[in-house]
């Protein structure tokens, strides 16, 4: 019969066990054999390369490439006065245009790049949740989805928001399984993986909605009545004060870091007349 001292972690749970041998079974983490870690990103950037150059420049990537090809000066004024949302990612093309040329293969490599990351951690968050094996099965079946091919091989900024957002539900995942000493660097590089997602797509940081859910039910596992005595179950109920106070600080800082961009985005809402606002009727319909 299996103690409850070597049952499983499971991230987003808290350890029944008690925090110091929770914090022992996460020292001994398997993270499976260095193939199983290899895979999945390295499947993915092969996906990503097939074809990479079929297609010529669609509308949208005809926007990339004459933003890309405007001379520094140029491009920093009308960032100015229409679509600085996208201003991070046109200056990173603007240097891959003028390092390497204007090629399909060139404009469109980082979005192979990001989603080759951004498989590598959908992998590392199934082998924290579940296994090794549920970390290689959920990296390989990201890797062959229709919708990873299409922006991994477009030359727009969405793969890069994929990654930076998978990136970010990693190490939500990481600081809610580590103990409280190691949770800050990994709140920290939380917060600054949401304020780059921010600059790259401000309707990114929308995932900071489905984190509160999240986080929310991780507090409210741990501060669950259960058969644990008073004193640990004041223990948890700090560690989830702990913890969602942490995740608060970093979502309301990557904010703050991103706001600049933010603001000047707002600002240059109407430039797109052919988008109308969204309004109730949209919704109905």
Known sequence: MTTPSAQPAVA??????GPEQGAARRRGFDAGAWWMMALPPAATFLIMLWGITGASYWRDEAATMSAAQRPLGNLLRTLGNIDAVHGAYYLLIWVMVHLSGTGELVTRL???????????AVAA?????????????????????????????????????????????????RAMQDDAGARPRWLAGYAVCLAFLGIVDMFGLLLIAAHAVTVG?????ATAPGTSGSRDRGNRTGAARSLALGWLAAAVAGFL??????????????????????????VES
């Not at 949740?129 to 970390?135: D, F, K, M, Q, T």
């Not at 706001?259 to 606002?277: D, E, H, I, K, N």
Request: proline content about 9%; overall charge positive; charged content about 10%.
């Open 12 to 17: 987003g749970q808290p350890d029944a066990a």
């Open 110 to 120: 980082p979005s192979a790049v990001a989603m080759a990351g951004a498989a590598a």
């Open 125 to 173: 968050i199934g082998r924290r949740l579940v296994s090794p094996r549920a970390g290689l099965a959920s990296g390989l079946v990201f890797a062959v989805l229709p919708e990873v091919s299409l922006y991994g091989q477009d030359a727009r900024p969405y793969a890069i928001v994929v990654a930076l957002a998978s990136l970010a539900s990693y190490l939500l995942v």
């Open 217 to 221: 039910r991780w507090c409210l596992r």
């Open 257 to 282: 870091l991103a706001s600049p961009v933010l603001a000047v985005g707002f600002g240059q809402r109407g430039t797109l007349s052919w988008l109308p606002p969204p309004g109730l009727g949209t």
